[in-house]
């Protein structure tokens, strides 16, 4: 005699799980810059002569955990089957939870290097660059073309400071990036959910897999802004390259 109670049958559909996820992040690319500032303050206060590049890890800490806890809330695929549907169901859910995180810790990052990010439209430009950056480079397929998708402005992805060139772009360029906002982030969402499907593991070993792989994620996005808002890459000075009244002043004060 066979039972009749039969566990659904798990399924997935990464482009269906996509559509479902760009429903439910329309929001996040709008982040609270109080709660980014005190978060940074906070870490200052404590070191204020050490260098920007070496607080980025611990103002974007809190950013990293909890993402890879809400990823391991989010799939709690427990029970084979039943779990792994239940799963496949907060994939969205994870998605969003961890782009809410990657924009927060560039907004942090951006906040730490001084960059002014009271202008939305801006700031979420920036963020887009990043994110774009982070799709490119988790991107295994090579279905990901930057050129086809930002078209000139592409030139932008990987550049040191590039937020001094987004600030010197004219608002029409400006808007050319941000119409491609739906674009991006779902550049973005195929580029970091698949491997979410480990998660669909059952008995807890797929959700601790993908809380460990957000944390990759979550670092280069955090690596990703530091090249965006950081500085410009500052080319070795030769003597020859110094004004003369400067080089017989060192030379008197010697």
């Known amino acids: 005699m066979t039972s009749g109670f039969n566990l659904p049958k798990p399924g997935f559909d990464l482009d269906a799980t996509v559509e479902r996820a760009m429903a439910v992040i329309n929001r996040t690319l709008q982040p609270s810059l109080e709660e980014a500032r005190k978060a940074v303050d906070k870490v200052r206060a404590g070191k204020p002569l050490v260098a920007p590049e070496v607080l980025v ?42 782009l809410k995180e990657a924009v927060s810790a560039a907004v942090r990052v951006g906040l730490l290097y001084d960059r002014d990010l009271t202008d939305p439209e801006l700031t979420r430009i920036a963020v887009l660059l990043v994110l774009t950056n982070g799709a490119v480079k988790l991107d295994k397929t090579g279905k990901i073309r930057p050129d086809a998708i930002l078209g000139p402005h592409a030139s932008l992805l990987g550049q040191a400071a590039a937020y001094d060139s ?5 608002p029409e360029q400006r808007q050319e990036v941000a119409a491609s906002q739906s ?4 550049a973005w969402a195929l580029a970091v959910g698949p491997p979410f499907v480990a998660g669909l593991v059952p008995f807890g070993v797929g959700p601790m897999a993908a ?6 994620v979550l670092k280069d996005t955090i690596a990703n802004a530091a090249t965006v808002f950081g500085p410009p890459a500052h080319a070795p000075v030769t003597v020859e390259q110094l004004p003369e009244g400067e080089i017989e002043q060192d030379g008197q004060e010697s």
């Open 211 to 216: 809380a460990n792989y957000v944390q990759y």
């Open 183 to 186: 674009e991006l982030l779902r």
């Open 57 to 98: 890890s611990p103002v974007t800490r809190g950013n990293r955990l909890r993402a890879a806890r809400a990823v391991s809330y989010s799939l709690p695929s427990i029970i084979p089957g039943y779990g792994t549907v239940i799963s496949a169901a907060a994939l969205p859910v994870a998605l969003r939870e961890v």
């Open 166 to 170: 987004l600030v010197a772009l004219t």
